[in-house]
């Protein structure tokens, strides 16, 4: 009889082109950007550097990417809310 040792797989990351895309963490990073740019534009209004229409404009951007990241997100919860609900 002759007895081998078990040498269990490991698993190799993959490389970031085979992995998934993440879209929601994409829209998340892309809001988070656009709040950056609307408070870097208040800053330039509140230093006198920059004028009051393009401070105005990069903050209702802001407010619209905020306003479609957290529908993303609830979209995303009621869907895990839906999926948990469901009897197995």
Do not use: K, N, W, Y
Not at 57 to 84: C, F, H, M
């Amino acid at each position: 009889m002759r007895i081998d040792a078990l040498v269990p797989d490991v698993a190799t990351p993959a490389s970031p082109a085979l992995r998934p895309a993440d879209p929601f963490g994409a829209l998340v990073d892309a809001a988070s950007s656009i709040l950056g740019r609307a408070d870097d534009a208040e800053a330039a209004f509140a230093a006198h550097r920059g004028g009051l229409q393009e401070m105005v404009v990069e903050r209702a951007r802001a407010d619209i990417a905020l306003q479609i990241a957290a529908a993303g997100a609830q979209r995303v919860t009621q869907g895990l809310q839906t999926l948990l609900g469901l009897q197995v």
